[in-house]
């Protein structure tokens, strides 16, 4: 069902806008040049700023499903979070004048999490969105991309009242492999989300080998 909800959302995107008023403004529509489009997953448990990540960032208005939350936010949720992602997230953003990246947002609760396979799949890369006041949160996260052969990068969201640890500290306490970018960010900024882009896409290109590039 998401697999068809995300195919819909990339056709609806790609259309032709060109009598469209408007559609030569960034954001309206694909620029000409773009040869390359790549799907990236914003992925995390609940209440970490994925919807905040994407909307932040996006170069059109984003695709939300938010929906009030049927009771209280769980244990270490902030109790201002009264919305949640029930289905996903959908953003666009170009990196330049040839290369756009689809951002898919997945759902932070676990009831919604049927949904992931739909959404990961075909996904190039992830981001992986932490609260560091409840790492352990994002362990299946972690795995269930692992599972997938998903590289990814963790990128901690720097709320207002959480302490600040250095990135080697938050790198063992979540047991990453070395090579895994562990970056911080403030997922309300769009120069600091462009980053954490900016951050996957190289980590990615160092994925390839010498003789692919």
């Known amino acids: 069902m998401v697999s ?18 408007g559609a030569d403004v960034p954001g309206a529509g694909l ?12 992925v995390g448990p609940l209440g970490v700023g994925k919807t905040t990540f994407v909307t932040s960032v996006s170069d059109i208005a984003p695709l939300t499903t938010e929906e009030p939350m049927s009771g209280p ?5 902030p109790a201002t979070k009264t919305t949640t992602t029930v289905a996903m997230d959908f953003g666009r953003i170009s990196i330049d004048e040839r290369v756009v990246l689809y951002l898919f ?3 932070g609760q676990e009831r919604f999490w049927f949904l992931w396979d739909g959404l990961v799949e075909g996904a190039l890369g ?17 795995e269930r991309l692992e599972d997938r052969s ?11 009242d959480a302490p600040v640890y250095p990135v080697e500290e938050l790198r063992a306490a979540m047991d990453l492999p070395t090579p895994v970018p562990v970056i911080l960010c403030d997922a309300r900024e769009r120069s600091s ?12 290109l160092e994925l390839v080998p010498n003789t692919m590039r």
């Open 31 to 42: 620029p000409a040049t773009t040869s390359v489009a790549l799907k990236i997953a914003v």
């Open 105 to 107: 947002g997945t759902p």
């Open 193 to 204: 989300c462009r980053d954490v882009l900016l951050d996957l896409s190289t980590y990615l």
């Open 126 to 142: 992830a981001i992986v969105l932490v609260d560091v006041r409840r790492l352990e949160e994002s362990f299946d996260v972690l």
């Open 150 to 160: 998903v590289p990814f990068v963790v990128a901690a969201n720097c709320f207002p």
């Open 4 to 21: 068809g909800a995300s195919d819909r959302a990339l056709a609806a995107d790609a259309r032709d806008t060109s009598d469209v008023p």
């Open 73 to 77: 936010p769980p244990a270490g949720v």
